[in-house]
């Protein structure tokens, strides 16, 4: 059974940099498109990036000065960082497989930017 | 990028059917046949329901079904139930590689 679970902080201070791991169990994370995707509490979902296991990224540009996404295949999971935190940035962020469909889902982690 | 439009709301009885729309523009929806549908109950994280317009994944109901025209695309659901009461949001590829999101749509079940 393939399973995302993500891990990461739930409480980070404004300007840190948040880093996140969305670690991979029953697949290969040398096959397939990886995303994250974050929901505000009580709102949408924003799409926030892709990797592939080639190391191609690709970034909402409304985001994309303070992202990076990168892959640790010997750990069979990837990595969110986002840098220059707001308390715009509070949200769920959620890990998931796939590039404009997302076929799986860890089950979310909450961010909350504060002092 | 401005999210793709939805309705706020839609309602239905059960047994009725209902359609959701997701209105882009011709640099999304309307060159791209990459549109899909999920649906998010609450506290939960989404499900995919449709993919690539019209496809649903396995294990999904036929009671879900996508379309697409022009610059806006579809979601319809038949035979509504008590467990189809969700938020839904539709998704689309773009012209500058990027995806995009509706800004989601709640559904209530009479």
């Known amino acids: 059974q393939v399973r995302l679970q993500e891990s990461g902080p739930g409480l980070v201070k404004p300007s840190e940099t948040l880093s996140l791991t969305c670690a991979v169990s029953?697949?290969?994370?040398?096959?397939?498109?990886w995303s994250w995707i974050r929901q505000p509490p009580g709102k949408g979902l924003e799409w926030i990036g892709y990797?592939?296991?080639?190391?191609?990224?690709n970034y909402n540009p409304s985001l994309r000065s303070r992202l990076t996404i990168s892959l640790d295949t010997s750990k069979n999971q990837f990595s969110l960082k986002v840098n220059s935190l707001t308390a715009a940035d509070t949200a769920v962020y959620y890990c998931a497989r796939g590039r404009s469909a997302y076929n799986l889902w860890g089950q979310g982690t909450l961010v909350t930017v504060s002092s | 990028q401005s999210a793709l439009t939805q309705p706020a709301s839609v309602s239905g009885s059960p047994g009725q059917s209902i359609t959701i729309s997701c209105t882009g523009t011709s640099s999304d929806i309307g060159s791209y046949d990459y549109v899909s549908w999920y649906q998010q109950h609450p506290g939960k994280a989404p499900k995919l329901i449709i993919y690539d317009v019209t496809n649903r994944p396995s294990g999904v109901s036929d009671r879900f079904s996508g379309s697409k025209s022009g610059n806006t695309a579809s979601l319809t659901i038949s035979g509504l139930q008590a467990e189809d009461e969700a938020d839904y949001y539709c998704n689309s590829y773009t012209n500058n590689t990027t995806l995009i999101f509706g800004g989601g749509t709640k559904l209530t079940v009479l």
């Open positions: 990797i592939y296991y080639s190391g191609t990224t």
């Open positions: 029953g697949d290969s994370i040398n096959i397939h498109y």
